[in-house]
Nanobody, 113 residues
């Protein structure tokens, strides 16, 4: 059983928005350090954002001002709100809890006109 289940991916036009979800499915996302990563075909997995238990957030430069990570502890779910999407934002998105590393199965985002 995967510890987390991502959802919310899909096809969106450039400039559009999507909200990804990462639901705990055997593990907790509440009060934990949680991260989002993404991976395009043939490329290394890339860190996108980190959410700390106190609410502090950090983002890779390419998504700053466009993406927002948050969580709903009552629902044991983390979110990634993505705005002003561009074709470079296209790959599969994964949520992860570090130490030891646990990953979800990923959700595909496709930005195309």
């Amino acid at each position: 059983q995967v510890p987390f289940v991502e959802s919310g991916g899909g096809l969106v036009q450039p400039g559009g928005s999507l909200r990804l979800s990462c639901a705990g499915a055997g593990d907790s996302v509440s009060d934990e350090i949680m991260t989002w990563h993404r991976q395009a075909p043939g490329k290394a997995r890339e860190w996108v954002a980190t959410l700390f238990p106190g609410g502090a957030t950090f983002y890779t430069d390419s998504v700053k001002g466009r993406f927002t990570v948050s969580r709903d502890e009552a629902k044991n779910t983390m979110y990634l709100e993505m705005n002003s999407l561009q074709p470079d934002d296209t790959p599969v998105y994964y949520c992860q809890k570090p130490g030891p590393s646990k990953w979800g199965q990923g959700t595909q985002v496709t930005v195309a006109s």
